[in-house]
């Protein structure tokens, strides 16, 4: 039985159907969501060994994507929670949550 691979749905989503812009981005709502796209990229190159180079690859190119539109992506209406959705696929993988959690009890 093959395993699934969880950085393969990472790409999902990052080009989906448009919603309606509300206008010029907030610079501050897109700096924390570039911090916190950051946050995943360094955790994932800390768990670089676990996984194959193909599926790091193609991490780091829906990383690459999303950083590339998040200025366009804070513009949509339901921009919150667009992002929310792609930082929880990358939970996902990262487990970065778990880590953050770890911080605050310590």
Same mark, same amino acid.
């Given at each position: 039985?093959?395993?699934?691979?969880?950085?393969?749905?990472?790409?999902?989503?990052?080009?989906a159907?448009?919603?309606?812009?509300?206008?010029?981005?907030?610079?501050?709502?897109?700096?924390f969501?570039? @911090? #916190?796209?950051?946050?995943? /990229?360094?955790?994932?190159?800390?768990?670089?060994?676990?996984?194959? !180079?193909? =599926?790091?690859?193609? @991490? #780091?190119?829906?990383?690459? /994507?999303?950083?590339?539109?998040?200025?366009?992506?804070?513009?949509? !209406?339901? =921009?919150?929670?667009v992002?929310?959705?792609?930082?929880?696929?990358?939970d996902?993988?990262?487990?970065?949550?778990?880590?953050? !959690?770890?911080?605050?009890?310590?």
């Amino acid at each position: 039985m093959a395993t699934a691979n969880p950085l393969a749905s990472l790409n999902d989503g990052i080009d989906a159907q448009v919603a309606p812009l509300v206008g010029s981005p907030c610079s501050c709502m897109a700096e924390f969501f570039r @911090a #916190e796209l950051q946050k995943h /990229r360094a955790c994932l190159d800390r768990q670089r060994e676990y996984y194959s !180079e193909v =599926a790091i690859a193609q @991490a #780091e190119d829906a990383l690459t /994507r999303i950083m590339e539109q998040i200025e366009y992506l804070c513009q949509r !209406e339901d =921009a919150c929670e667009v992002i929310a959705h792609l930082l929880r696929k990358f939970d996902v993988v990262t487990k970065l949550s778990a880590w953050s !959690e770890v911080d605050r009890h310590h």
